[in-house]
């Protein structure tokens, strides 16, 4: 999968040619997180309308939080295990 930088760096690269290029934010619009949205029959156009609702950070934060415990606890030696 192509990543967000790869996809800028094509687009640098290639702007040097077709200019219309740098106009361009096909790295936002092909999102891993979209991928689900998009169709074949839909047309990548490059433009991007960028999320600025706010964010709870306390939710945010909760996440987080919880990603971080259940990591250290699968990282945490198991001492139940018999050797």
Known sequence: MLLE????YRRA???????VLLE???AKKLDPNEAGKLQS???LTG???ADTSSVD???????IDG???KEANRQAP???EED
């Open 24 to 26: 361009t934010r096909y």
């Open 41 to 43: 029959d839909m047309p």
């Open 13 to 19: 690269c290639l702007g040097h040619f077709a200019s």
């Open 67 to 69: 990603i971080r415990a």
């Open 78 to 80: 198991s001492w139940d």
């Open 47 to 49: 433009h991007f309308a």
């Open 5 to 8: 930088r790869d996809i800028d």
């Open 57 to 63: 950070m306390d939710d945010l934060m909760e996440v």
